[in-house]
Each structure stands twice: as C-alpha cells, then as structure tokens.
Nanobody, 121 residues
Framework: QVQLVESGGGLVQAGGSLRLSCAAS????????MRWYRQAPGNQRELVAVITTAGSTNYADSVKDRFTISRDNTKNTVSLQMNSLKPEDTARYYCNANLRVSGSNLYRVYWGQGTQVTVSS
C-alpha cells in the first residue's frame, strides 16, 4: 500500500511564508514526476508546480518567482516553499506523484489527502 502524506499547511498573513512537505511511503520501486496541485472552494484543481526525477521544474504563472518545488529522492519526499503569500493562494494543496510499486511494471498516479493553506489579508 502506497501513501502520500502532506504536512506544513496552516494560517499565515499575506506576505508570509509556508513550507509544505509530502512524504511517500509503502512498497515503492521508483518515483517519477512529483507535483503540487491546489483547489480553492468553487474552483477546479490546478497544477501549481512539477518536478521531474532529474530535478527539472515548472510552475504555474501565478506562483512563479514566489514558490519553489524541490525533492529528496533518498527520502521519497517533495516540498513546496511558498514565499510572499497572497490571499488568492488560499486553497487545499495536494501532493501528486507518478509511482511504480514493487512488483509492478507500471507507473500510476497517486494523490495525498491534502493540507489546507489559508492566507489572511
């Protein structure tokens, strides 16, 4: 059984910072791309940032130059450093990863349960 568990959400004032973390656990053979998504009430889930196994990154325009995604392949973790937070960043943030479990030849997409980020003005 594979799990992705996020942590680090909370309430912060506009202009502040938060660091989200996501740890993958279970019978993992390898992990491909890892991503952070977010979903605000009434909105569709949107891709915030993605990082490949090699460390290449890509960001949504709305968070470029403010958010930084990173990963630790030895610990099966991905993080999202969020600076200069704005009220419009308020959302539930979800970790997502392409995972290959032990004994399988296929990569599947796994999701975490999410962590709430609230930015007050």
């Amino acid at each position: 059984q594979v799990q992705l568990v996020e942590s680090g959400g909370g309430l912060v004032q506009a202009g502040g910072s938060l660091r989200l973390s996501c740890a993958a656990s279970g019978s993992i053979f390898s992990i491909g791309a890892m991503r952070w998504y977010r979903q605000a009430p009434g909105n569709q889930r949107e891709l915030v940032a993605v990082i490949t196994t090699a460390g290449s990154t890509n960001y949504a325009d709305s968070v470029k130059d403010r958010f930084t995604i990173s990963r630790d392949n030895t610990k099966n973790t991905v993080s999202l450093q969020m600076n200069s937070l704005k009220p419009e960043d308020t959302a539930r943030y979800y970790c997502n990863a392409n995972l290959r479990v032990s004994g399988s030849n296929l990569y599947r997409v796994y999701w975490g349960q999410g962590t709430q980020v609230t930015v007050s003005s």
